[in-house]
């Protein structure tokens, strides 16, 4: 599968299974602008592992990611080369809009 077409499943497709073309799944004027800016050569998964981080102490599975130069939601960059920024645009999102 080329990335253009993975990116599209990911985006626009998506989306639109969820309700979600209103404002999302295309990078458009008055849009939200949610994005990722990716070095392809640096893309890459580390291995997963369990941690107990959740109020009750129960475990869920995370696994790091590299090669995500920045994070932007809403125009905010809220991740730049691995790290927080402390910006916090999102919402949460129930259903169809």
């Known amino acids: 599968m ?17 309700g979600l073309l209103g404002d999302r799944g295309t990078l458009e004027i008055g849009k939200r ?15 997963p592992e369990m941690v107990y981080d959740l109020p ?3 475990p869920r599975l995370m696994q790091e990611s590299h090669g995500y130069k920045a994070t932007v939601v ?13 910006a916090r645009p999102g919402r949460l999102v129930r259903g169809r809009r």
């Open 2 to 18: 080329k990335v253009e077409e993975a990116v599209k499943l990911m985006t626009h497709d998506t989306a639109e299974v969820y």
């Open 33 to 47: 602008a949610d994005l990722n800016v990716l070095d392809y050569d640096e893309l890459g998964i580390s291995a």
């Open 56 to 58: 009750t102490g129960a």
């Open 74 to 86: 809403a125009g905010e960059i809220v991740r730049e080369n691995g790290e927080f920024t402390g």
